[in-house]
Nanobody
Framework: QVQLVESGGGLVQPGGSLRLSCAAS????????MGWYRQAPGKQRELVTT???????NYAEPVKGRFTIFRDNARNTVYLQMNSLKPEDTAVYYC????????????????WGQGTQVTVSS
């Protein structure tokens, strides 16, 4: 059983900052890529950023230069530092991880967190 637990969402004023975290726990052999997605009201879920186990990153155009993803492999935790937040960043943010569970061979599976609300408003 693998779980992703997110924390760090909340209400922030435009121009402010927030840091999200997501910890993978359970029977884990290895965590491969991790990432963050978001879903605004009435819109489809969209990719925000991803990071490989080796630290290679990828960002969606709207967040480049403002958001930074990083991870602690020893803790199976991924972080999202969000700076210069805008009202259009308001969404539920979901953590995603490609995980090889322990004891099930070497196949990897996609796991999702429960989501954390980020609201940017004055």
């Amino acid at each position: 059983q693998v779980q992703l637990v997110e924390s760090g969402g909340g209400l922030v004023q435009p121009g402010g900052s927030l840091r999200l975290s997501c910890a993978a726990s359970g029977s884990i052999f290895r965590v491969n890529a991790m990432g963050w997605y978001r879903q605004a009201p009435g819109k489809q879920r969209e990719l925000v950023t991803t990071i490989t186990s080796g630290g290679n990153t990828n960002y969606a155009e709207p967040v480049k230069g403002r958001f930074t993803i990083f991870r602690d492999n020893a803790r199976n935790t991924v972080y999202l530092q969000m700076n210069s937040l805008k009202p259009e960043d308001t969404a539920v943010y979901y953590c995603n991880a490609d995980v090889i569970p322990r004891g099930l061979g070497y196949s990897s599976y996609d796991y999702w967190g429960q989501g954390t609300q980020v609201t940017v408003s004055s």
